[in-house]
C-alpha cells in the first residue's frame, strides 16, 4: 500500500471511530449526565450538556433509571422546575451558591421539560453587566 493510501485509510478509520463516539453519546442507553449551567455576558447564562455547546434550550437523551445532574455556575441563583412531563422529584431544586447541583432521576419514560428561575445576583457580582434580555434556561428530556 503507499503511503498516500495508508494515511486515507487511518483518515477515514479516525472519521468512522469519531462518529461513532457521537453516536453513543446520544443513544437512549445514557444513565448519567450533566448539565452546567454558566454565566456570559450576553443573555446572562446559557447551559450546556457534558462539554457540548452552551446554549439557552437543550434536549438530552437519557434511559430509564438515569440520573440528571444539574451544576449552577452561574453568578447568580437558579431553581430548577419541571414545566410539564410526568411527576418526578428534584433533589435540591434551588442552587443557590456557585458550584451547587441538583438531581432527578428517572425511573418513568416520558418527555420531561423544565427551565429554571433565576434570582438577583450574588453581592460579590452585582456589578456584573449584561446585554441583551436574560435566556429563560429551558431543558427537554426523552427518557426511554
Ligand atoms: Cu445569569
Redesign the pocket.
Known sequence: MSKKKRIRRLAAALAAAAGAVIVASASAHTTTATVTIR?QTHG??TWALSSGPYKPALSVQLARGATLTVKNN???PHKLVRTSGPAVEILKAKMGRVGATSRVHFTRAGVYKFKTK?GEDYVWASHMK?TGE?NVLRLTVTVR
Open positions: 454565566h446572562c447564562h452561574d453568578v447568580m433565576a449584561t436574560d
